[in-house]
């Protein structure tokens, strides 16, 4: 494996002893789609502002394709706060953004022109941002960052606050930079579906430190079986029958008709389930499998649920 970034011991403090970042060590291969994923406070901005050389640690290593030293038009980034100036249109942001990387002239507009093909901007390139949507100036914020081609791009909350359907379109975008570009991207997010949906492996920030660190598959088998929900005449009686059966931990009944029961390959036994109670007299109204998310995987972690949807 390549490793495009690596971190050993880095360590961040902020005045005397706010612990912004604790020797964090980690791995980033190229060409992957890495996400931190942590509660407010947990240090992501500040790993990411070291790693795009806007913050210097304090101590630890730092590493980028082998080398000690960074070359800033390898990086894109892309900040928690849009970077769109209102008071331009989408084309004059960027054109500015190309011209502070130097792209000459002629080049650049023709990256411009692509750039507001792919990301879907063309009808609204000549007007001002300020009266862009949400997800338009995103999007532009997105198209900004890697206007040079950056091989490395840093994307700090690329989706808070956005709709469901203007969060799937840039899903998509990134996982075009991923396969078309070959682009490493670095992500940072409050949401575990869309780490889940994008990023080759994850870690889970807590308190400036890792906790755990994976692919997202690892990371929800480590929460250990899928949780089997049935809704019945006599949830009691029902997990009795079910803990004998099946040697389970006594399922818990979530009330009187309601029970959940934590099993390995959960989809495979409700068939089985099913008998067993209707022969003990008790119908199973209905029943569910669902497979652990990395909502409870990062809850095993940290006893901390992430932060719910927020808008902004
Ligand atoms: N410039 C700063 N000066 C002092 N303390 C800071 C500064 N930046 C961050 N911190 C502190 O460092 C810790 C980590 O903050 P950071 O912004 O990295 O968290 P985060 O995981 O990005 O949070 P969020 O999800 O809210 O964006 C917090 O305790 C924060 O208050
Ligand atoms: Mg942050």
Same mark, same amino acid.
């Given at each position: ?40 406070? +947990?240090?992501? +901005?500040?790993? /990411? ?15 980028? /394709? ?49 750039l ?7 009808e609204a ?13 995103r ?26 359907? +203007?969060?799937a ?34 870690? /889970? ?35 009795q ?15 009187e /008709? ?55």
């Amino acid at each position: 494996m390549n490793a495009a970034i690596q971190l050993k011991k880095v360590r961040k403090t902020y005045g005397k002893k706010r612990k912004a970042i604790q020797d964090l060590s980690l791995t980033i291969a190229e060409g992957d789609i890495y996400a931190l994923l942590g509660p407010n406070g +947990s240090g992501k +901005s500040t790993t /990411f502002r070291i790693l795009t050389t806007l913050a210097s640690a304090d101590q630890g290593e730092i590493r980028y /394709f082998g080398s000690s030293k960074i070359n800033k038009q390898t990086i894109g980034c892309v900040a928690q706060n849009s970077g769109v100036d209102p008071t331009a249109t989408g084309r004059e942001n960027l054109m500015l953004q190309g011209r502070i990387y130097g792209l000459p002239k002629k080049a650049l507009k023709e990256r411009v022109n692509e750039l507001l093909t792919v990301f879907h901007l063309e009808e609204a390139a000549d007007r001002l941002s300020k009266h862009y949507s949400g997800g338009m100036k995103r999007k532009l914020d997105l198209a900004m960052g890697i206007i040079h081609r950056p091989k490395l791009l840093f994307l700090d909350e690329p989706t808070t606050g956005l709709d469901p359907e +203007s969060r799937a379109e840039l899903w998509q975008m990134i996982k075009q930079l991923q396969s078309d570009a070959g682009m490493t991207v670095l992500l940072t997010t409050h949401y575990m579906e869309e780490a889940d949906e994008l990023a080759d492996r994850i870690a /889970f920030m807590n308190e400036g430190r890792i906790v755990a660190e994976g692919t997202p598959e690892e990371m929800k088998n480590k929460v250990g079986g899928d949780t089997i929900t049935i809704q019945c005449r006599e949830a009691q009686v029902a997990a009795q029958v079910l803990a004998a059966a099946y040697h389970v931990q006594q399922p818990e009944t979530q009330d009187e /008709f309601t029970l959940h029961v934590v099993t390995e390959n959960g989809a495979e036994k409700l068939p089985n389930v099913i008998r067993l109670l209707e022969k003990q007299h008790i119908p199973v109204d209905s029943i569910k499998v669902s497979r652990p998310d990395l909502g409870d995987a990062y809850l095993l972690y940290t006893g901390k649920t992430l932060r719910k949807e927020e808008t902004s």
